[in-house]
């Protein structure tokens, strides 16, 4: 149960995982999660449901390197079990036809931006899409974004695709151009919270899902806690999308750097116990 159908490598610390889960793929909707754990002592993770196959009973993962457990399951090979699986978590997107959409995605944030875009462009909205990395070799799922959007827009810090800039400099370029009825924005923290201001400034509708600390993935540890107007919201059950323009984004940076130290060492460690095991 769980096992790994194929793998593929978007760059070296982004991998795209297709798993056995039959009844999470049947059940699964746009904006829905998963926790994973791998190991019997591993700590669960949450990763948002990229797509799914209800034909072959697979979901797919794209995982980032940034830590012991996510570099745990990129480690993972065609065969394998992942341990835990527990899905589909968090409430679905809400899909209608709102008219034209600027749906923005920044890194490994475009790969849970996917299904929300699907869903939305068969609703009939008309889909403008912004995607960004730093590089070139980080941006994912390019050709998958543009079957399912009018107009694609990439952007890259450092110019090497695309057009050179952050996301929110694309997003201007839409705005400044059409009425734009409603914003989705993934991605990275800090990219989220400047996104949610440019939308801002302009008043539009946006939503964002949120990428937090998450622990049991049901709402009762409470690890998840995010302030969304002004209220204690957790995003796991909540979640994990919101109005962007309501989330506290500065709070929910600071939390997300509070263990920064501790997954440094701890994966410094790992990888010394892998190599130290390499050469055994």
């Known amino acids: 149960m769980n096992k790994v159908i194929s793998k593929h490598y978007y760059s070296e610390n982004v991998v795209s995982l297709e798993i056995e889960a039959p009844r999470i793929a049947k059940a699964r909707r746009a904006g829905h999660f998963v926790m994973v754990r791998v ?34 399951i990129t480690e993972l090979e ?28 920044g890194g490994v944030g475009v790969a849970p ?5 699907e869903e939305l462009k068969k609703a009939g909205n008309k889909v403008i899409s912004v995607i960004a990395a730093r590089s070139k070799d980080l941006i994912i799922l390019e050709d998958q974004i543009r079957q ?8 890259t810090d450092d110019g090497s695709y695309g057009k050179k800039g952050l996301i929110t400099e694309g997003m201007e370029e839409v705005i400044n151009r059409e009425k734009i009825d409603q914003a989705v924005i993934i991605g990275p923290g800090i990219m989220m919270k400047f996104a949610a201001l440019t939308t801002k400034k ?29 209220k204690t919201r957790f995003v796991c059950v909540d979640g994990p999308e919101f109005d962007a323009h ?35």
């Open 39 to 72: 190991g019997n002592t591993g700590e669960r993770i949450p990763l948002t449901i990229s797509t799914a196959n209800v034909e072959r009973g697979t979901i797919t993962l794209v995982v980032q390197k940034v830590g012991v457990s996510s570099r745990k």
């Open 78 to 105: 065609v065969g394998d079990e992942v341990t835990d699986l527990v899905g589909p978590l968090g409430q679905a997107t809400h899909v209608e036809n709102f008219g034209t959409i600027l749906a923005c995605g």
């Open 113 to 117: 931006l996917l299904p929300i875009v």
């Open 148 to 155: 399912h959007s009018d107009e694609v827009i990439v952007m």
């Open 202 to 230: 302009h008043n539009i509708p946006s939503i964002a899902s949120l990428n937090t600390i998450m622990v049991d993935g049901t709402g009762m540890c409470g690890a998840c806690r995010v302030t969304v107007g002004g």
């Open 246 to 280: 309501e989330v506290d984004f500065d709070e929910m940076l600071m939390r997300l750097s509070g263990y920064r130290e501790d997954e440094i060492k701890a994966d410094e460690q790992y990888l010394c116990v892998s190599k130290n095991k390499g050469k055994a």
